[in-house]
């Protein structure tokens, strides 16, 4: 596929030369999907509304029959054969920097490039290809030199494939979080604040609540006390813990302060192994089960942010559990309880798990304790059989400090991700010498498992976001139910009436008292994915009921305003 999308994107390239004639052609790689080229048409003006007859001049260059040539010249044949490009100029110079002295030139009738290849054998291969999207682009990614065009495309070896993958690429889109958070206005980003820090907007705070709140309550079911910390920790802190010695490069740069250093968290073991140290522990005081609802950051470079999916600021519940090591076991079968039935309830089903074990060669990532490496990484596989899920191993992919269980998903695009996950650590207890008192009076340091429940709240909304389409379960929807009267001044007391009787019984609601058409604030209402729509005219009037119409549905329903509640009976919280 490879291959056969950089061939396409040569076949692009030669046709935009036969047509524009003038352009400066840059760069065009295939790409995950795809391909896409950049190129330069000066002041010229260029829009996707030339893709159909850059198209039509692609088929015809495939049905011409021609191949494509290869040959191997130096840096100066190189540079004389492109010397009025300026971008291949850079291009060969940047090249020349890593030593390389010969380059690869493919021709393609009148177009040549600079090009490692290796392309198709022959043109006739291209069965079925698509110019996607129109974009810009900084050539070589560098924000001082000029924005050109860069053109989207895909191909692939029959009309069948490339009709699936448009598809697909148009449920994407249909479950893009970013393009449903805005219309749903559930979250915001301003660059005056900051890239990658997502502001909640009232819809969205209510979201993110409703969930704190039922993992709150799950959590408290299986034993856990909350606490708090700060969002700063101190640098020893964290060189301590470890992770400034693994981390620094995901962490904001320390801050200095009369004399203090601080860093600005992101995780909360090492304040949560503080908490654990506080006060003398016992046996029975294990398993030690804390959690918190965090606020964390983490340096992500701009050009990988993705609105809630990635960012560098993040709210989540995080929890640690101090067992001794008798006790890792059943506290691993249990945290796995603990996320399968909170998964469930947001009706995400697991797929299977991970087991991310460690390379016992790479002595630089993890701790060199082969015995413990060895036991550990047993344990967790026989948690795994008894769960009775299925399982794969994952060596290389542990933490520096244990391995660990990846709760995989498939999402409703068929991607499969990492949920959840529980971690194994032998080292932070060392680490900060944390000690409790066993049976026989003997001090011994606590195992500790890190456990990650839906991750961060921004991620998860997005997913939640993008399987749902926006519709999102009863309990979850800021708005439940918006009463539309027929007319204003008929029909307005009657709705406030019923509006305050709704409130009464816990369903969300407000009345549309806006002049506008009935059938544009129906339609309104269907693209802000309202579960239920309530119109009150005349005869609801007469008859003391209401007509509601459910989201996604067509027909009405006429019931008396008690039998409407009923709709909500045992929805309204977490399920």
């Known amino acids: 596929m490879e291959i056969l999308n950089h061939t396409t994107a040569h076949v692009f390239a030669l046709a935009l030369k036969n047509i524009y004639p003038e352009v400066q052609i840059a760069i065009g790689p295939s790409i995950e999907g795809g391909f896409h080229y950049d190129f330069d048409l000066g002041d010229a003006q260029f829009s996707s509304l030339e893709f159909p007859k850059i198209e039509k001049e692609m088929k015809k260059i495939i049905l011409n029959g021609e191949s494509i040539k290869r040959t191997v010249v130096s840096s100066n044949e190189a540079k004389k054969k492109f010397a009025n490009n300026p971008y291949k100029i850079k291009t060969i110079d940047s090249i020349i920097e890593t030593g390389n002295k ?22 006739s291969f291209i069965k079925a290809f698509k110019l996607t999207s129109l974009g810009g682009a900084y050539f070589q990614g560098d924000k001082s ?50 890239k990658g820090l997502p502001m909640w907007l009232p819809n969205g705070h209510f979201i993110k609540e409703q969930i704190r709140s039922f993992i709150l309550e799950m959590e408290r079911k299986y034993d856990y006390q909350h606490i708090s910390t700060p969002v ?16 620094s490069n995901d962490m904001f740069p320390i801050m200095e302060v009369e004399g203090e250093t601080f860093v600005l968290r992101p995780m909360s073991c090492p304040h949560h192994a503080m908490v654990f140290a506080s006060e003398p522990k016992s046996y029975r005081d294990l398993p030690y089960r804390i959690s918190e609802e965090v606020l964390q950051h983490r340096y992500e470079s701009s050009g990988s942010l993705i609105g809630l999916e990635r960012v560098r600021a993040m709210t989540l519940t995080d929890s640690h559990v101090f067992v001794s090591e008798d006790q890792v076991l059943e506290e691993i079968k249990r945290s796995y309880k603990l996320i399968s039935e909170t998964l469930e309830r947001f009706n995400i089903d697991i797929d299977y ?25 047993k344990i967790l596989e026989e948690a795994a059989r008894e769960i009775g899920i299925k399982y794969v191993k994952m060596k290389g992919e542990a933490a520096f400090y244990g391995p660990k269980i990846d709760i995989q998903v498939k999402t409703a695009l068929g991607h499969v991700i990492t949920m959840s996950t529980i971690q194994l650590d032998f080292v932070l ?16 340091t606590p195992v500790i498992i890190h456990r990650g429940l839906v991750g961060s709240y921004e991620r998860f909304i997005a997913i939640l976001l993008e399987q749902t389409k926006g519709v999102l379960p009863l309990w979850l929807s800021p708005l439940q139910a918006v009463i539309i009267p027929v007319s204003n001044s008929l029909h307005n007391d009657y709705s406030k009436k019923v509006s305050k009787y709704l409130t009464s019984e816990g369903i969300r609601n407000n009345i549309d008292e806006r002049n506008e058409r009935m059938s544009y604030k129906i339609r309104e209402l269907q693209t802000s994915k309202i579960p239920y729509q309530v119109i009150i005219g005349d005869d609801e009037l007469k008859n003391n009921t209401i007509s509601y119409r459910k989201y996604g549905e067509k027909k009405t329903y006429s019931v008396d305003i008690k039998e409407f509640t009923k709709l909500f009976q045992g929805k309204n919280l977490y399920n």
């Not at 700063?232 to 981390?247: C, D, N, R, T």
């Not at 900060?432 to 001090?443: A, M, P, R, T, V």
């Open 102 to 123: 010969e380059f690869s030139i493919y021709s393609l009738g009148s177009f040549d490039d600079l090009c490692k290849g290796p392309h198709l054998p022959k043109l």
């Open 429 to 444: 207890g060392s680490n900060f010498k944390l000690k409790y008192k066993d049976k026989d009076g003997e001090l011994k």
């Open 353 to 377: 798990i991970e087991l991310a074990l460690h390379e016992p060669g790479d002595k630089e990532k993890y701790h060199n304790n082969k015995d413990v490496w060895k036991s550990s990484e």
């Open 232 to 247: 700063i920790g101190s640098k020893e802190l964290y060189e301590i813990s470890g992770h400034l010695a693994h981390y």
């Open 145 to 194: 030199n000029k924005m050109i065009h860069r053109v989207y495309g895909t191909s692939w070896f029959s009309k069948e494939q490339l009709d699936k993958e448009l598809a697909l690429r148009e449920e994407r889109k249909e479950r893009d979080h970013r393009t449903i958070g805005k219309a749903l206005k559930i979250f915001t980003f301003n660059d005056k604040v900051g």
